[in-house]
């Protein structure tokens, strides 16, 4: 969970006039509606702060509604954050976004944003209100429960990193078999739902154990989950926040999202009965209580320690909402950048030939990939999320340069610097060694590391609330690679489409990708006999 989960709930969007046409084709909707949602746009608009007044706008909304400002948001972001680079050069500026009004800061502004204790991450979510929406409250638990999150990541999964690499590895063998087979010849796949269904089965093992991990109900729960509720959020976002929870029903993204909600509680119930029950008998018995190593159990003892409430099932989508979609995404940039450099495919390949045949599956192992840790920090630099450090403000605070931003408004970040060719070298170009070649500097091996987050490298965050899982994120993507890298040959299919999808402020792989794949006839070595 980091600064980039509110962008997991942006990556597609359907067509502005679609839904226009859908909202208003739903006969039982009063017209009144319609009326409702242009007065409270520009009511909205009219009470907003005048203290900010002064800065500059760089896509205002026009007198009655910010539904153009933010369409040409959605479509081109990047073109408008440019220009305002340009116009307005370490200053602060107000920018149209799915989120309403957002006052854009320059990356000076990082260390001051994460220390200032009005500013919150956790506070988007409160301002978004989704919890209102049925069967979108573990995406609410986000921001509510989020202390919980990041204690457990930080406590619980950090821990067992060095006792689940083993597990993880036969548990992603069994994924790429089942997904991909021992093709002799080429087969063409769609390379999204391939690593979407690894990552689910992968972080499932870890969390809920094996039995849940190939459980299938709960796998297409834990996908769809986080797809639908992704597709609703980017819908709704077009609508006043005070609307959303009335016309949510309206859209069949939201509909599967309660759906899928309630199908995990009846799935996951029995479980936890059973669990309870185990250790009731074990107390009447007075035997030592059973204790289960996994994420159900970690939520029970870290709210006991912080005397919180909590359920169980909706932890267990916030798991997959936090934990899938954002793995798989890089997981798959990666991939695709190696395949269209089969040089860099080869090192790689040789590398993690030189690591495991030395030190087999171990943590220190995934550690020493380094030029594979390189390879994926570079493509999270070369496309970043357009801005970072996303805070709702919940006190008035007056900011270093004299700035003023109201209570209820929202801040972000310019994260240009991961771009900059003041900071990085041809900017522009991938450069698998890139980070790899900053570690032999003194003093920056640590840095270079793509745990390590800074100013400069924002992909996982940074401050207190840089990802707490990303430690084993990393290593789920690199055991992956392994096997993927090891087991097949790779391109990329006819004519396909591999250029970044690009919503807002967000950029995520392209699902319409499709790759070519078979099984290598020569194996250097049997990574699953390690």
Not at 138 to 165: E, N
Not at 241 to 259: A, E, S
Not at 268 to 289: F, T, W, Y
Not at 311 to 327: G, N, R
Request: charged share 25%; aromatic share 8%.
């Amino acid at each position: 969970m980091n600064d980039k989960l509110l962008s997991n709930f942006t990556f597609s969007s359907l067509d502005d006039d679609w839904t226009s046409r859908a909202l208003l084709s739903v006969h039982s909707v009063p017209y009144l509606l319609g009326i409702i949602l242009v007065l409270s746009t520009t009511y909205a608009w009219s009470i907003s702060d005048p203290s900010l007044k002064k800065l500059p706008y760089v896509n205002p909304p026009n007198l009655f509604s910010n539904a153009e400002a933010k369409r040409t948001y959605r479509k081109s972001a990047k073109t408008i954050l440019q220009k305002a680079r340009k116009q307005y050069p370490n200053q602060p500026y107000r920018m149209t976004t799915e989120f309403g009004e957002v006052i854009m800061l320059q990356s000076e502004a990082f260390d001051e944003v994460r220390n200032t204790p009005s500013l919150t991450f956790f506070g988007t979510f409160t301002q978004e209100r989704v919890g209102e929406i049925s069967g979108f409250s573990p995406v609410a638990a986000i921001g509510h429960s989020g202390k919980l999150l990041q204690i457990i990541a930080r406590k619980q999964l950090t821990k067992l990193l060095g006792q689940v690499t083993e597990p993880l590895s036969e548990e992603i063998a069994y994924a790429v078999n089942i997904n991909l087979g021992q093709p002799a010849v080429w087969r063409e796949i769609s390379i999204t739902p391939l690593l979407l269904d690894i990552t689910a089965r992968m972080s499932s093992r870890v969390f809920l154990g094996e039995e849940l991990a190939r459980n299938e109900e709960w796998l297409y729960i834990a996908k769809n989950y986080t797809v639908d509720a992704v597709e609703a959020l980017t819908m709704l976002s077009k609508y006043p926040v005070n609307l959303r929870r009335y016309i949510g029903w309206l859209f069949p993204q939201c509909r599967r999202v309660n759906d899928h909600f309630g199908r995990a509680r009846k799935l996951m119930d029995p479980i936890l009965k059973k669990r309870r029950e185990m250790k009731e008998a074990a107390l009447a018995a007075g035997q030592p209580v059973p204790v289960f190593n996994d994420a159900l159990e970690w939520i029970e003892q870290e709210s006991k320690a912080l005397n919180s409430g909590y359920d169980a099932v909706e932890f267990q989508l916030v798991l997959s909402v936090v934990a899938i979609s954002t793995t798989s995404d890089l997981l798959q940039s990666t991939l695709v950048e190696l395949i269209q450099h089969p040089e860099t495919m080869q090192a790689v390949r040789d590398e993690i030939v030189h690591v495991l045949r030395q030190d087999g599956w171990k943590k220190s192992s995934l550690y020493n990939l380094k030029l594979m840790d390189s390879v994926i920090k570079e493509t999270q630099r070369i496309r970043p999320f357009f801005t970072a450090m996303r805070r709702a403000v919940e006190a008035d605070t007056v900011l270093s340069d004299g700035i003023l931003v109201k209570k209820g408004s929202r801040v972000h970040i310019d994260t240009h610097r991961m771009v900059d060719p003041e900071v990085y070298e041809s900017p522009e170009v991938w450069k698998a060694d890139r980070f790899l070649e900053l570690r032999s500097q003194p003093g920056k091996e640590h840095m270079a590391q793509l745990v390590t987050t800074s100013v400069d490298h924002i992909g996982f965050g940074h401050g207190e609330h840089a990802c707490p899982g990303r430690f084993f994120a990393a290593n789920e993507i690199k055991i992956v690679l392994c096997h993927l890298l090891m087991k097949y040959d790779w391109e990329l299919a006819p004519e396909t489409d591999t250029k970044y999808t690009t919503v807002g402020f967000n950029q995520r792989a392209n699902v319409a990708t499709k790759v070519l794949y078979r099984q290598r006839q020569k194996v250097e070595l049997d990574i699953d006999s390690i």
